[in-house]
């Protein structure tokens, strides 16, 4: 049973599916690995480091995937790639299915057994294979690590003999994994926390971080604001609007908005308007590069973003509020990022892999709820239904997920 690790194709991509101590660990189970020449280097991970955990190294790309049997990835690999790929091999990583789904066809028509870690049921069971967890965390730190190194003043209350320094105020918008990891590091510089998740059980764990959670009074609009599954649920108009009221009063006092508020598989709800930018600490741009006013870190603009003015990607500096919309934060940390995605993944292969073989139990819920595709057939409804308008054979058996 051969595995490779292939250099992430994807421009600005920084992380690596599995480190060498991961490798090491499949080998010892018997697995066969080869490492793309270079795959590790921009994690921080030399080619000697998985030479000496046993891996192959190859410059050789197109063998290496024609070779493969499981093939680890960060992102979903290019067409050309994916049509290297054998029938029966499995590949496995952030693959986009529901939002991407035509960037899997040559896999799936290749035969390619598609498992996706967004679709990963959060259960206890798999908490341990959690990778959107991962990142989440490692983007909640960095959110606020840029926030601080931004904003032209100290985050910690200060006093010194030349006077009292007031702490930084830092307001955290949705309170689920990034949330609280932004709530906890801006803690720990010392800033004064507010936080606001529609989730009321998010409450308990935003306090027990030493942060003020701000409820907002929907007056009965929304029963439950949480699906079975611990998510937030889409809200109404009338619902958003008081959160994004709350919002724009806190809003105005504060130095630094992190916000992360999404529902999974709509976009991301709209939550800071433009007049709420537009009542924010403006600051006066004196020098050239200076950002005097409030610091925004959308975490939500890769699902369109939580703030009205958000540009995906881009940042912007509008009447002195620098607006931030990361796409993918985890990739400016790629060593801690890289090592929580490689534990997530080889836990996740501790499932698929049984003495040093294949074993797809498709009654396993992690394994069926995370399978997009297998024997060339879609598995996952939703992204059969979208991808209907291509040829390919959509099973009639699939029962609707939840
Ligand atoms: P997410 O990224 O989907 O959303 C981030 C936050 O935004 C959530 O806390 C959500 O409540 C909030 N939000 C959504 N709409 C909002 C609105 N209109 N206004 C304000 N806030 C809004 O969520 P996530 O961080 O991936 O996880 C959310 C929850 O899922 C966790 O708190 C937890 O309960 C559960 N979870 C469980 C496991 C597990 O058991 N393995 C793992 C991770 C998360």
């Known amino acids: ?10 421009t600005g991509e920084t992380r690596v599916a599995l480190l060498p101590d991961a490798v090491k660990s499949l080998i010892a189970k018997g697995l066969e690995v080869a490492v793309e020449a270079g795959a590790g280097l921009a994690s921080g991970h ?3 480091a998985y030479a000496r955990a046993g891996a192959n190294l190859s410059l ?5 995937l024609s070779s493969a049997d499981i093939l680890p990835v960060v992102n979903a690999p290019p067409s050309e790639d994916q049509r290297r790929l054998k029938r029966g091999a499995i590949a496995i990583g952030f693959l986009r299915p529901l939002d991407h789904p035509a960037d899997l066809l040559a896999a799936i028509e290749a035969g390619v057994s598609l498992f996706a870690v967004e679709l990963v049921p959060r259960i206890t069971r798999a908490q341990a294979m959690d990778a959107l967890s991962s990142m989440a965390t490692v983007a909640g730190y960095k959110a606020v690590i840029l926030a601080a190194d931004t904003l032209p003043r100290l985050f910690p209350m200060l006093m010194t003999a030349a006077g009292t320094i007031a702490p930084a105020r830092v307001f955290v918008i949705g309170a689920g994994v990034a949330g609280l990891q ?3 590091t801006a803690r720990r510089l010392g800033a004064v926390v507010e936080a606001y ?4 059980a998010a409450g308990e764990q935003v306090r027990s971080l030493g942060a003020k959670f701000l409820d907002v009074d929907l007056g009965g609009l929304v029963t439950d604001t949480e699906d079975k599954g611990g998510y937030a649920r889409e809200l109404s108009e009338e619902a958003l609007e008081r959160g994004r009221d709350l919002i724009a009063k806190t809003a105005k006092t504060a130095d630094v908005i992190i916000t992360t508020a999404q529902v999974p598989g709509r976009p991301a709800p709209l939550l800071i308007r433009r007049d709420a930018v537009e009542n924010m600490r403006p600051g006066t741009i004196i020098v050239e590069n200076m950002r005097p006013g409030t610091i925004i870190v959308d975490l939500a603009a ?3 973003g939580n703030c009205e003015l958000t540009r995906p990607g881009e940042t912007q500096v509008l009447n002195g509020v620098t607006l931030f919309a990361p796409l993918n934060l985890p990739v400016t940390i790629p060593g801690h990022a890289s090592q929580l995605y490689s534990r997530n993944i080889t836990n996740f292969l501790g499932l698929l892999v049984k003495d040093g073989a294949l074993h797809l139990d498709m009654d396993d819920e992690i394994i069926r709820g995370s399978c997009v595709a297998h024997q060339g057939q879609i598995t996952n409804p939703r992204v059969a239904q979208s991808l209907e308008a291509y040829i390919l054979p959509i099973p009639s058996n699939l029962e609707p997920r939840t």
């Open 60 to 64: 050789e790309r197109a063998t290496l």
């Open 302 to 304: 890769a699902a369109g």
């Open 182 to 184: 932004a709530i906890a």
């Open 197 to 200: 998740d529609v989730r009321a």
């Open 1 to 10: 049973m051969r595995l490779a690790v292939l250099k992430e194709a994807a």
């Open 46 to 48: 030399s080619d000697e």
